[in-house]
């Protein structure tokens, strides 16, 4: 079962990037380290075809540091080059260029013999809503050229962006759906933001939030709440949560509403550590 989300602006958007992909030299796929399979189009390839592409691992600075070395080693099992960068502090992104040129060495290379003035690596960056592609053109500016925002789901004009002499970017949308037919897939995009609040119920995207700290990262849990995740119930945890944090109503009740909101922020903003939200089993119950 399909939970049909995306707006209808993305159909449209992705026969525009079909189109522009074709002026091409590479593309970027950007995914979130915390959800590298989540965070991957399984329609992207059919996208891309038979063009250049480098996957950039973004975010990795949330993400658990041992799973981006298993998720890298897994795309690359699969024939993919990439690159682990983080667009907000810019860790890596000056590689990305020696990247691309070693992956377009033969293209490069026969442009020179042919006696070709080297050019700039025309690029395309995309990914999913709130991946980091804004952020990243950004970085690669090094200017305020476009606008980074926290809206998933925002398409942006269409402009071409000279970086410097190296690149060329089409900051397009770039935007490609997630596509989620198991609903492990929904709560991993759910929880890392990349799809709106309101899409899943927020007391559901919690509750798988909490079960999978409790089963990959209950040391998190403890270090974090001082609470034995171990040994107490999803209730009970929300409880305990709520007094050691003050998130009690008048009537001396837990106010679940800010549990909520104050987990999913912990979990958003690092105070529970680099986590990723994927694991294996979503790839074994394809
Ligand atoms: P998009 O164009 O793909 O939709 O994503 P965008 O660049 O707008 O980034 C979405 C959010 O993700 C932004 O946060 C951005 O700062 C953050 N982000 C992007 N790359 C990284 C990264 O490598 N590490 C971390 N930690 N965050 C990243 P925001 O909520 O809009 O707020 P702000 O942080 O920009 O203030």
């Given at each position: 079962?399909?939970?049909?989300?995306?707006?209808?602006?993305?159909?449209?958007?992705?026969?525009?990037?079909?189109?522009?992909?074709?002026?091409?030299?590479?593309?970027?796929?950007?995914?979130?380290?915390?959800?590298?399979?989540?965070?991957?189009?399984?329609?992207?390839?059919?996208?891309?075809?038979?063009?250049?592409?480098?996957?950039?691992?973004?975010?990795?600075?949330?993400?658990?540091?041992?799973?981006?070395?298993?998720?890298?080693?897994?795309?690359?099992?699969?024939?993919?080059?990439?690159?682990?960068?983080?667009?907000?502090?810019?860790?890596?992104?000056?590689?990305?260029?020696?990247?691309?040129?070693?992956?377009?060495?033969?293209?490069?290379?026969?442009?020179?013999?042919?006696?070709?003035?080297?050019?700039?690596?025309?690029?395309?960056?995309?990914?999913?809503?709130?991946?980091?592609?804004?952020?990243?053109?950004?970085?690669?500016?090094?200017?305020?050229?476009?606008?980074?925002?926290?809206?998933?789901?925002?398409?942006?004009?269409?402009?071409?962006?000279k970086v410097n002499?190296?690149?060329?970017?089409?900051?397009?949308?770039?935007?490609?759906?997630?596509?989620?037919?198991?609903?492990?897939?929904?709560?991993?995009?759910?929880?890392?933001?990349?799809?709106?609040?309101?899409?899943?119920?927020?007391?559901?995207?919690?509750k798988y939030a909490?079960?999978?700290?409790?089963?990959?990262?209950?040391?998190?849990?403890?270090?974090?709440?001082?609470?034995?995740?171990?040994?107490?119930?999803?209730?009970?945890?929300?409880?305990?949560?709520?007094?050691?944090?003050?998130?009690?109503?008048?009537?001396?009740?837990?106010?679940?509403?800010?549990?909520?909101?104050?987990?999913?922020?912990?979990?958003?903003?690092?105070?529970?550590?680099?986590?990723?939200?994927?694991?294996?089993?979503?790839?074994?119950?394809?």
């Amino acid at each position: 079962k399909q939970i049909q989300w995306f707006p209808g602006h993305m159909f449209k958007s992705l026969r525009e990037m079909k189109e522009k992909l074709k002026l091409m030299d590479i593309v970027f796929i950007l995914l979130d380290a915390r959800i590298p399979y989540s965070s991957m189009n399984p329609n992207v390839l059919e996208i891309v075809g038979m063009k250049p592409t480098l996957i950039l691992f973004n975010k990795t600075d949330l993400a658990d540091p041992n799973k981006n070395k298993a998720w890298i080693k897994y795309y690359q099992e699969q024939g993919f080059y990439t690159l682990d960068i983080d667009a907000q502090s810019g860790k890596n992104v000056n590689k990305i260029y020696d990247k691309a040129s070693e992956i377009l060495k033969e293209k490069i290379e026969r442009e020179e013999k042919r006696g070709l003035k080297r050019r700039p690596i025309r690029a395309m960056i995309i990914g999913i809503p709130n991946v980091g592609k804004s952020t990243l053109i950004n970085q690669m500016t090094k200017s305020k050229a476009t606008k980074t925002g926290n809206t998933p789901g925002v398409t942006k004009a269409q402009q071409w962006i000279k970086v410097n002499e190296q690149f060329e970017l089409l900051d397009t949308p770039g935007v490609l759906w997630p596509k989620f037919d198991s609903l492990d897939v929904g709560f991993a995009l759910a929880i890392t933001g990349a799809i709106k609040d309101k899409i899943l119920p927020t007391d559901d995207i919690v509750k798988y939030a909490i079960d999978y700290l409790k089963k990959y990262y209950p040391n998190r849990l403890k270090e974090r709440y001082g609470i034995d995740a171990l040994n107490l119930d999803y209730v009970e945890m929300l409880d305990q949560i709520g007094i050691k944090r003050g998130a009690i109503l008048k009537a001396n009740e837990i106010d679940y509403d800010r549990v909520y909101t104050l987990i999913l922020t912990d979990i958003r903003s690092k105070n529970l550590g680099g986590i990723t939200f994927d694991t294996y089993n979503k790839l074994i119950s394809l």
